[in-house]
């Protein structure tokens, strides 16, 4: 997602009596950047640029009301939930606020590109925008780079204030939306050579499960004996582990709707391949559909293009297919990784309601060093999406990042994190109060049978082996991946929250700075994700098929979303709509695993176990892995901010069938 340097005033209609209707100066258009020192004079006159103008719909307070009423069990609008067709006639833009603003950008001569009941999308010169927003576009240098900006802050006029949420576009773009994933090398996986006399082997080697492997050879880590790295995860093993194949549920007559950017030109092929390859059904005629508009792509290099993509989308649609079988699958494509067309996929699902839960594998921090903070604008046109979808019986699910607590030290050595981290902080969208947040947990399974063994938090230190092969470095290991979470600095405890989440972690930044109010804390809940307990996907996207391990709350997020699909079936077909008031009511039961590092908090010597790729690249590469040593969060008895309330259970899944 961008985090484009916009408006930061949001538009919220006054409750009291009339006043005279006031222009909006939407403060934060000029981002900080953007200085008299950095200025390299004004955009050319003939220059074009294009924004997004977010609209504010009938009545914010209204819909968050009933997004939470419908939402809450106990209340007596719970489950009621409206039809996409109600809901935008009801809460959206009308046609009249819609024509009012459209007459206003078009007076100021812009061209409309796009109209929804969410957004208008224009474009114009230079000119054309100062008539619209009050200001002058210039260029500036900005880490290397000539981008543009506003030299004042952009106003709205007041005919049209209250109609409006803010402006995107009027600042350099940079696209950030990221897979919250990345993959590790296990090819030959499960070879099982032994091991020399003078060292570890030499072709890839794994255990069928935790401890099995004893690693002869690997010199003295964090204890004296340790083994081989578990073989990346499938499908039908996660749904062993987690009580799907107890519970007999497949997520039948539920449907599920995966957003990332792009799309792969293989996918359904590949994932009927990956299905059959591990003894699961193909999708049937009907069950996958696709919505991708290639010919509307853009920022494809700084989004890394589709083949950058790919991975992701199969990773999410195997996940999802292979936890709730039955369901049906349909991808959404966005045209970018910019909020802009991110959002779109959003609300084509919403508009169209196109699922009943969306899965996300994306986000980004919220307090960049390049990007300044994220603007308000955006998190309202967000959530107004989010808001909707809840009252239509939508629920979305958004990966809560793998960088810890998103902090600069995480960042100094950590595989997916963002350098340009200002503090530790929660991510977003994840944070959210209206989306579920999915942490991440490291999965061991006990046996050959795949019974469930244990979980801990997702977090690893990783030392490589040293070029002698008679030690590892560094050791302790330093921080490589984590999984995401924290106490959020920018939003408010959510009502659900409160019950479940202790008193002094919600009043405790990520920050460590004490907080008056008691703030929104993630993740929600937690699934499997961690890197070095690895699921396997399988990808061709136009080359030669091939499955490999990945890892991630990219992972996470599709599995519980496939839960969901599952927890639907089990609730009669019925949706469920916004998922986290009813996981906070069942805390503390035996509807989840509470995932305890016991190592962590008695001060023990981690979980350890060695990784070994066999020869890649002539070089033996092996590492030594530490498991549960997230940065900065830490899986405690109840709520945490590491693993939320837990990992779902059978008991989860089953209790649906009563409410």
């Known amino acids: 997602m961008a985090l484009a340097t916009g408006a930061l005033a949001l538009a919220v209609p006054s409750q009291a009596?009339?006043?005279?209707?006031?222009?909006?100066?939407?403060?934060?258009?000029?981002?900080?950047?953007?200085?008299?020192?950095?200025?390299?004079?004004?955009?050319?006159?003939?220059?074009?640029?294009?924004?997004t103008v977010y609209l504010n719909g009938q009545d914010p307070a209204a819909l968050a009301a009933y997004a939470k009423a419908v939402s809450s069990p106990g209340n007596a609008s719970y489950g009621k939930f409206l039809t996409a067709a109600q809901a935008k006639a009801k809460f959206l833009a009308t046609p009249a606020q819609i024509k009012a603003v459209q007459d206003w950008l078009t007076g100021a001569g812009l061209k409309i590109g796009s109209t929804t009941e969410h957004a208008i999308t224009v474009s114009g010169n230079t000119a054309a925008i100062k008539r619209a927003f009050g200001t002058s576009l210039h260029q500036y240098k900005l880490k290397g780079k000539t981008v543009h900006a506003p030299t004042a802050n952009a106003v709205i006029p007041a005919a049209v204030a209250s109609d409006v949420i803010g402006v995107v576009g009027l600042a350099t773009v940079t696209p950030a939306a990221k897979p919250q994933s990345i993959s590790v090398n296990t090819a030959a996986q499960g070879a099982g050579a032994k091991p020399s006399k003078t060292g570890l082997p030499t072709v890839a080697t794994c255990s069928d499960y935790w401890g099995q492997k004893a690693a002869k050879g690997a010199p003295y880590g964090y204890v004296a004996k340790t083994s081989f790295d578990q073989c990346s995860f499938y499908p039908s093993q996660l749904r062993k582990a987690y009580g799907i194949t107890a519970s007999g549920l497949t997520g039948k007559g539920a449907t599920v709707a995966i957003i990332d950017a792009f799309g792969s030109s293989t996918m359904e092929a590949d994932a009927n391949q990956y299905s059959t390859n591990h003894g699961d059904k193909a999708f049937k005629p009907g069950q996958y559909s696709e919505i991708v508009t290639p010919d509307q792509w853009n920022n494809v290099d700084a989004c890394g293009g589709a083949a950058g993509w790919a991975p992701e989308e199969a990773l999410d649609v195997e996940m999802v297919h292979g936890l709730a079988p039955d369901a049906k699958v349909v991808y959404v494509g966005a045209n970018s990784c910019t909020d802009d067309d991110l959002g779109a996929a959003l609300a084509n699902v919403v508009d169209n309601h196109l699922a009943d839960v969306v899965s996300n594998s994306w986000g980004e921090i919220m307090h960049s060093s390049v990007n300044g903070d994220y603007p308000p604008e955006l998190i309202a046109a967000y959530e107004q999406i989010f808001q909707q979808g809840a009252i239509e019986g939508i629920g979305f699910d958004f990966s809560a990042g793998d960088c810890g607590d998103s902090s600069p030290g995480a960042a100094a050595t950590g595989a997916n994190c963002d350098p340009t981290t200002t503090e530790a902080q929660a991510n977003w969208p994840d944070s959210s109060q209206w989306v579920t947040s999915v942490g991440g947990t490291a999965l061991a399974i006990s046996s050959k049978k795949g019974d469930y063994g244990f979980e801990t938090d997702m977090g690893t230190l990783r030392s490589a082996l040293t070029a002698d092969q008679k030690g590892w470095s560094p050791l302790p290991g330093a921080f490589y991946f984590g999984g995401g979470g924290g106490v959020s600095q920018d939003f408010a405890q959510p009502w659900y929250q409160g019950p479940v989440v202790p008193s002094a972690l919600a009043h405790t930044l990520q920050t460590g700075v004490h907080s008056d109010t008691a703030q929104r804390v993630t993740p929600d809940i937690s699934m499997n994700g961690d890197l070095y307990t690895s699921v396997l996907v399988g990808i061709?996207?136009?080359?030669?098929?091939?499955?490999?391990?990945?890892?991630?709350?990219?992972?996470?997020?599709?599995?519980?979303?496939?839960?969901?699909?599952?927890?639907?079936?089990?609730?009669?077909?019925?949706?469920?709509?916004?998922?986290?008031?009813?996981?906070?009511?069942?805390?503390?039961?035996?509807?989840?695993?509470?995932?305890?590092?016991?190592?962590?908090?008695k001060g023990q010597p981690p979980l350890s176990a060695v990784f070994d790729a066999g020869i890649v690249d002539g070089t033996l590469r092996a590492r030594l892995i530490a498991f549960g040593r997230d940065y900065g969060l830490t899986a405690v008895k109840g709520y945490d901010s590491a693993t939320g309330v837990g990992s779902p259970t059978e008991t989860y899944l089953k209790s649906f069938k009563n409410g």
């Open 540 to 601: 061709s996207d136009g080359a030669a098929y091939s499955e490999g391990g990945y890892g991630g709350t990219s992972v996470s997020a599709p599995e519980f979303s496939a839960v969901q699909a599952d927890a639907i079936q089990a609730h009669g077909g019925r949706p469920l709509g916004f998922a986290n008031p009813a996981i906070y009511s069942r805390a503390g039961g035996k509807s989840y695993t509470d995932v305890v590092n016991e190592s962590a908090v």
């Open 17 to 51: 009596a009339p006043v005279a209707a006031k222009a909006k100066v939407l403060a934060g258009t000029r981002p900080a950047w953007a200085t008299a020192s950095a200025d390299q004079g004004a955009v050319a006159a003939n220059a074009v640029t294009s924004a």
